[in-house]
């Protein structure tokens, strides 16, 4: 690889895979919707020289291509909020689908479980039988069909699957997020699901290590990959610690369907949660072993490291926009 270009660099998946790319010396743009985050996302990683950025619509297939020039691999990072997903994302996938296609390159599209519908493996593989039952989940798997349609005869394309997961560039895309980032800030919050039952989760920079290790093999194309977190862990249990890495005990309070309906009527995409809830409560393993066979070993930071190490950089990246608004 290159040169690559990610797609929706400013979006939790997309800035860390920016970083993990930028770390490895490739050239890379960064492609997203809002100059002043793209400009930020470089900022924070220092300014690097072999870093650019392009403002664009990933919506219009000729902005990607005007911004792809050189590439040879794209990370389709980009994604619809929940309430929209129905109605944009296949769409999306297509207008994206379409730039690689006409660029004849690589892409690597980020997605998760919902396709698979309900638990029928103690670890799913690749294999796994999707029979979603949620409208969300039948989506997903159109958007997985529409992504290997033979229409598409001059792009590669690979579909990598992450759990939930968590890590300094998380946004409210991610469950646990805005939950993670409020304990950080030391203010009450919500914790979206069962606190007790023990769930995957991944860190998002062992995400990006091994998306972009996947990413550089020419036989990882045309399939599907699975992507595991660190093991299994209960919401409260990452509430735990959260708190003591951030020095502050403030009440966090779980939701679930009763309390996210109530919250929909304020916030939409709250009320469109309640239909995944049932993975919080029968949570979906994904199995690496495919990876660990193919590629090489996983990169599995421990829950301790990661949720201290993404508290404390939240806190960091907070004392900066404070100390930046008070100037």
């Known amino acids: 690889m290159e040169k690559a270009i990610v797609v929706g660099a400013t979006g939790g998946t997309g800035a860390a895979v920016v970083e993990e790319l930028v770390k490895r010396g490739i050239r890379t743009v960064a492609f997203g919707r809002s100059r002043q985050k793209l400009e930020d996302?470089?900022?924070?990683?220092?300014?690097?020289?072999?870093?650019?950025?392009?403002?664009?619509?990933?919506?219009?297939?000729?902005?990607?291509?005007?911004?792809?020039?050189?590439a040879d691999v794209l990370f389709h990072c980009a994604n619809v909020p929940y309430h929209?997903?129905?109605?944009?994302?296949?769409?999306?996938?297509?207008?994206?689908?379409?730039?690689?296609?006409?660029?004849?390159?690589?892409?690597?599209?980020?997605?998760?479980?919902?396709?698979?519908?309900?638990?029928?493996?103690?670890?799913?593989?690749?294999?796994?039988?999707k029979q979603p039952h949620t409208r969300k989940g039948k989506v997903r798997?159109?958007?997985?069909?529409?992504l290997f349609d033979a229409r598409w005869s001059r792009a590669k394309v690979m579909i990598v699957r992450l759990p939930d997961y968590y890590g300094p560039t998380a946004n409210e895309a991610s469950y646990l997020g805005s939950t993670l980032e409020a304990i950080a800030a030391g203010k009450m919050t919500f914790f979206v699901g069962n606190m007790r039952v023990p769930r995957e989760f991944i860190y998002l920079p062992d995400a990006a290590f091994m998306i972009v290790e996947l990413a550089d093999r020419d036989d990882a194309y045309g399939q599907n990959w699975h992507i595991p977190g660190a093991g299994l862990i209960a919401g409260s249990e990452i509430v735990q610690l959260a708190q003591q890495a951030s020095g502050s005990a403030k009440l966090v309070i779980p939701l679930g369907r009763v309390g996210l309906s109530l919250l929909g009527l304020a916030v939409p995409v709250m009320k469109e949660v309640v239909e995944?809830?049932?993975?919080?409560?029968?949570?979906?393993?994904?199995?690496?072993?495919k990876y660990e066979r193919l590629?090489?070993?996983?990169?599995?930071?421990?829950?301790?490291?990661?949720?201290?190490?993404?508290v404390h950089a939240l806190q960091r990246r907070n004392g900066a926009i404070l100390t930046v608004k008070s100037n």
């Open 276 to 289: 995944m809830l049932y993975l919080t409560q029968e949570p979906l393993v994904l199995s690496g072993d």
């Open 141 to 146: 798997l159109a958007y997985e069909k529409m």
């Open 295 to 310: 590629i090489g070993p996983m990169r599995a930071t421990t829950f301790e490291k990661g949720i201290t190490a993404t």
């Open 84 to 129: 929209e997903m129905v109605n944009k994302l296949v769409p999306l996938g297509e207008s994206v689908m379409e730039a690689a296609d006409r660029l004849s390159i690589k892409i690597i599209v980020i997605d998760g479980i919902y396709p698979y519908g309900r638990r029928q493996m103690a670890r799913a593989t690749e294999e796994h039988p």
């Open 41 to 70: 996302l470089r900022a924070n990683l220092g300014h690097p020289e072999h870093l650019m950025i392009a403002v664009g619509d990933a919506f219009r297939p000729d902005d990607i291509v005007s911004a792809s020039e050189g």
